[in-house]
T-cell receptor, first 117, second 113 residues
Framework: DTAVSQTPKYLVTQMGNDKSIKCEQN?????MYWYKQDSKKFLKIMFS???????INETVPNRFSPKSPDKAHLNLHINSLELGDSAVYFC????????????????FGEGSWLTVV | QKEVEQDPGPLSVPEGAIVSLNCTYS??????FMWYRQYSRKGPELLMY????GNKEDGRFTAQVDKSSKYISLFIRDSQPSDSATYLC?????????????FGSGTRLSIRP
């Protein structure tokens, strides 16, 4: 059973198109995330959702919009795709998104490889 | 200066060698230190987790934290070809949420049979 699953795994699309990436977790976690990993392997957080509420947005362009229909799902919609959006997008989840004395373990999905041409 | 620095490699060693992977950081508030392993075309998975200074051992893997030098290491003993992956360090301050975890850029490791 895949704990965090996201689709599609590979996506090639033209500039200006709108696309969505879907994510589901079956771990019962309260918090879900979207990360972007660029060609240099830097993982940067884009969004964090805790119980369906957006709790962080790290200066991501508003062309990116997360949608969470319930706490097990967090989809990412991207409007007017640009060449610079080409990257790997990881969905992730954790049990506790807010203050924790023991830290948090983040569980990542397998990634969605987006190529904008 | 980036908050977390990690040599991207690639690092290539023969099977059976001891591997040392390292990260430096600048934020003295960091107290939780993690190592993630990422296989090609896969998502990162948590390998080890330590709090504050000291060592932690798990099988062939040892994580070491030196807070005075702001330096963390991951040692792999008796390295295997299956250890070939990218290793990312990650860290956060005490009481911070998972959304505040900062990742290194990863070191690509290749173990030659």
């Amino acid at each position: 059973d895949t704990a965090v699953s996201q689709t599609p795994k590979y996506l090639v699309t033209q500039m200006g198109n709108d696309k969505s990436i879907k994510c589901e977790q079956n771990l019962g976690h309260d918090t879900m995330y979207w990360y972007k990993q660029d060609s240099k392997k830097f993982l940067k957080i884009m969004f964090s959702y805790n119980n369906k509420e957006l709790i962080i947005n790290e200066t991501v362009p508003n062309r990116f919009s997360p949608k969470s229909p319930d706490k097990a799902h967090l989809n990412l919609h991207i409007n007017s795709l640009e060449l610079g959006d080409s990257a790997v997008y990881f969905c992730a989840s954790s049990a506790r998104g807010v203050r924790s004395v023991s830290g948090n373990t983040i569980y990542f999905g397998e990634g969605s490889w987006l190529t904008v041409v | 200066q980036k908050e977390v620095e990690q040599d991207p490699g690639p690092l290539s060693v023969p099977e059976g060698a001891i591997v040392s992977l390292n990260c430096t950081y600048s934020n003295s508030a960091f107290q939780y230190f993690m190592w993630y392993r990422q296989y090609s075309r896969k998502g990162p998975e948590l390998l080890m987790y330590t709090y504050s200074s000291g060592n932690k051992e798990d099988g062939r893997f040892t994580a070491q934290v030196d807070k005075s030098s702001k330096y963390i290491s991951l040692f792999i003993r008796d390295s295997q070809p299956s250890d070939s992956a990218t290793y990312l360090c990650a860290m956060s301050a005490r009481y911070s949420s998972a959304s505040k975890i900062i990742f290194g850029s990863g070191t690509r490791l290749s173990i030659r049979p």
